[in-house]
């Protein structure tokens, strides 16, 4: 489902996952500094979005979410993960609860198997499952935005800015009122400075919630018992994950960013080293410069200086060893 918004004078497609968006607008700087400073949007409409409503469905939800859902108040934000059974990351929801119905958004074209899995455990539960993407679109005003969400649209507010779900039919008409739109690079650098992981770019098949610094915003530790729970209370109680996550100050004087998937080994050790890990995520930071996040073995010392291929990385912990 391509965005209105590609239409736009300037406007780049992105590609992979954040195919049907911009990329950006023309000016990736100035499209970041903008958002930095409170101004402009994001156009998140390539995002599933799943709604949940019915008498059972916060108490429903806190059974089979890794967070604490069962009291939560109408309008108070939240994250949550969905784990299988030996504790693996497979969805990740960002959610609100209207008083009426849990709104969330979730990776594109993620949200048939999560609305697939949700089905499969209603039971005798009262709650109704519905994917709204197709009427609704995501919107991201950054942190400090004085812009005005229209009357009676959903509003998930966090520290970083302000998601609204929007009819997708006024799209068009919201954004050419509140611009000017910044693209998903913009946003995907203030994600990579603010250590926020992303599901499919900072997990892979084997990532747990320990690993990326989940626990705390989207794993409660002192709830009922959910999938993948056994796993979560044994590296909290017995042990410490065997990844840890880390944000890369990169070589400015590297051409190109090394991508996803690129091998992350210690300088020291140089080209033919042994990999302790990989890039999950880069961009060009319009203050930082080159950065990325990355997955790394835990004992990797962190005040080692790194290689991202032929890049050379500083890390900063974001995961304790």
């Given at each position: 489902?391509?965005s209105?918004?590609?239409?736009?004078?300037?406007?780049v497609?992105?590609?992979?996952?954040?195919?049907?968006?911009?990329?950006?607008?023309?000016?990736?700087?100035?499209?970041?500094?903008a958002?930095?400073?409170?101004?402009?949007?994001?156009?998140?409409?390539?995002?599933?979005?799943?709604?949940?409503?019915?008498?059972?469905?916060?108490?429903?939800?806190?059974?089979?979410?890794?967070?604490?859902?069962?009291?939560?108040?109408?309008?108070?934000?939240?994250?949550?993960?969905?784990?299988?059974?030996?504790?693996?990351?497979?969805?990740?929801?960002?959610?609100v609860?209207?008083?009426?119905?849990?709104?969330?958004?979730?990776?594109?074209?993620?949200?048939?198997?999560?609305?697939?899995?949700?089905?499969?455990?209603?039971?005798?539960?009262?709650?109704?499952?519905?994917?709204?993407?197709?009427?609704?679109?995501?919107?991201?005003?950054?942190?400090?935005?004085?812009?005005?969400?229209?009357?009676?649209?959903?509003?998930?507010?966090?520290?970083?800015?302000?998601?609204?779900?929007?009819?997708?039919?006024?799209?068009?008409?919201?954004?050419?009122?509140?611009?000017?739109?910044?693209?998903?690079?913009?946003?995907?650098?203030?994600?990579?400075?603010?250590?926020?992981?992303?599901?499919?770019?900072?997990?892979?098949?084997?990532?747990?919630?320990?690993?990326?610094?989940?626990?705390?915003?989207?794993?409660?530790?002192?709830?009922?018992?959910?999938?993948?729970?056994?796993?979560?209370?044994?590296?909290?109680?017995?042990?410490k994950?065997?990844?840890?996550?880390?944000?890369?100050?990169?070589?400015?004087?590297?051409?190109?960013?090394?991508?996803?998937?690129?091998?992350?080994?210690?300088?020291?050790?140089?080209?033919?080293?042994?990999?302790?890990?990989?890039?999950?995520?880069?961009?060009?930071?319009?203050?930082?410069?080159?950065?990325?996040?990355?997955?790394?073995?835990?004992?990797?010392p962190?005040?080692?200086?790194?290689?991202?291929g032929?890049?050379?990385?500083?890390?900063?912990?974001?995961?304790?060893?």
């Amino acid at each position: 489902m391509k965005s209105p918004l590609l239409f736009l004078p300037g406007a780049v497609p992105a590609e992979g996952q954040d195919e049907g968006v911009a990329a950006h607008y023309g000016d990736l700087f100035r499209e970041q500094r903008a958002l930095a400073d409170g101004t402009g949007l994001v156009d998140l409409s390539h995002r599933g979005v799943v709604t949940v409503t019915g008498d059972d469905r916060l108490s429903w939800l806190h059974l089979l979410l890794t967070q604490h859902v069962s009291e939560l108040p109408a309008g108070r934000a939240t994250e949550a993960l969905i784990l299988s059974a030996h504790g693996h990351i497979e969805h990740a929801l960002y959610l609100v609860d209207d008083g009426e119905t849990v709104w969330a958004h979730v990776e594109p074209g993620t949200q048939g198997a999560l609305i697939a899995y949700l089905e499969s455990m209603k039971f005798f539960y009262r709650v109704e499952v519905a994917d709204r993407t197709d009427d609704i679109a995501v919107v991201h005003l950054p942190a400090g935005s004085i812009a005005e969400p229209p009357e009676g649209v959903v509003v998930r507010e966090t520290s970083y800015g302000r998601d609204l779900f929007l009819p997708r039919a006024d799209l068009e008409s919201y954004a050419a009122s509140y611009g000017p739109p910044a693209g998903i690079l913009a946003y995907e650098a203030l994600r990579i400075e603010g250590h926020r992981p992303r599901l499919g770019f900072e997990t892979d098949h084997r990532t747990i919630p320990h690993e990326l610094g989940w626990i705390g915003s989207a794993v409660h530790l002192h709830k009922g018992c959910y999938r993948g729970q056994e796993t979560v209370a044994r590296v909290e109680n017995l042990g410490k994950p065997p990844r840890r996550l880390v944000f890369l100050h990169l070589d400015g004087s590297e051409v190109h960013l090394p991508g996803h998937g690129t091998p992350v080994r210690l300088a020291a050790d140089g080209a033919e080293g042994r990999q302790l890990g990989f890039i999950t995520t880069s961009a060009r930071h319009h203050e930082l410069g080159p950065i990325a996040l990355a997955l790394v073995k835990r004992n990797v010392p962190v005040d080692a200086e790194l290689m991202a291929g032929d890049t050379a990385a500083a890390q900063e912990a974001v995961v304790e060893a």
